[in-house]
């Protein structure tokens, strides 16, 4: 199930004001990855599902390791890849191991939102991205607050699919983690958001 779209960005500040010209939604402030160097504004999809917007920190020093999702050589914005929800995160990665494919190692996760208050997860982030970003991470939320619902609303997903050169060799993956995401033939791997907006309809990739 899908729990959330990340759209990686260059400069999130430049990037909140692109969408909410595009949108007609202008994204909440997400808060800091501390460590990571980077930060987020969020547009809610529906009570379960949002959009990240994701770039990096210039309020950070720059992090020991590469920022999140390819962000540091990011030319311009596009959807990086989707997070789905875990059914149960240990037992899920060990399965997929088990057949093969390594999910990555289970990581304790944190945000400070701009109040002050921590919110926390976990993820199974692999080292290199699976199915070149159509596979997605899975995440286990520990936290009631959950982003979709503090997030600014007035968008909603209509569609969610990828484009690939050989969609058969991600679908395996997905079937193996109990999820689906539809993957048509493309000339390169790409994720594709359709929404229903105030400004109508948009395409996000």
Known sequence: MLDHIVYAVPDLAKAVIDLQQRLGVRATPGGKHTGLGTHNALLSLSDESYIEVIGPDPDQPPPAMPRPFGIDALSGPRLVTWLA???DLDKQVEQARG??????????MHRDLPDGTRIAWRLAIPVQPLGDGLVPVLIEWHTPLHPAKTSARGCTLVELHGE??????????LEIMGLSLDIRPGAAPALIATLDTPQG?????
């Open 85 to 87: 929800k875990a059914t």
């Open 201 to 205: 309809r948009v395409v996000l990739r």
């Open 99 to 108: 057949r093969g494919y390594d999910l990555g190692r289970i990581t304790p």
């Open 164 to 173: 690939h050169p050989r969609p058969e060799t991600v679908r395996p993956i």
